[in-house]
């Protein structure tokens, strides 16, 4: 499976922006996807995910501002991302989780998400 990020860029604090991750190969092995996201100096952390045959789940640090969703025609995920504040100034990684997999086997390549104040 190959995925590719994109979308990011540099919004102001309260502002929205839109991720994309397309997913490309043998997109009939996974499960689901997950959006992942790691700032400066700190350790990857999960920000959203959601299956393939529906279902999602979010960090409480972006419920109410985040929302994941795909497109299964496309296999593309989304991460439309509203209410942005400094603290979500990340790279941004998109993930596939195969079937009968506990991780994430899969990543994109990442995109700069930057939020001044």
């Known amino acids: 499976v190959q995925l590719q990020a994109f979308g990011g860029g540099l919004v102001e604090a309260g502002g929205s922006l839109t991720l994309s991750c397309a997913a490309s190969?043998?997109?009939?092995?996974?499960?689901?996807m997950g959006w992942f996201r790691q700032a400066p100096g700190k350790v990857r952390e999960f920000v959203a995910a959601?299956?393939?045959?529906?279902?999602?789940t979010y960090a409480d640090s972006v419920k109410g501002r985040f929302t994941i969703s795909k497109d299964n025609a496309k296999t593309t995920v989304y991460l439309q991302m509203n209410s942005l504040k400094p603290e979500d100034t990340a790279v941004y990684y998109c993930?596939?989780?195969?079937?009968?997999?506990?991780?994430?086997?899969?990543w994109g390549q990442g995109t700069q998400v930057t939020v001044s104040s």
């Open positions: 190969g043998r997109t009939f092995s996974s499960y689901a």
């Open positions: 993930a596939s989780k195969l079937f009968g997999t506990d991780e994430y086997n899969y």
């Open positions: 959601i299956r393939w045959s529906g279902g999602s």
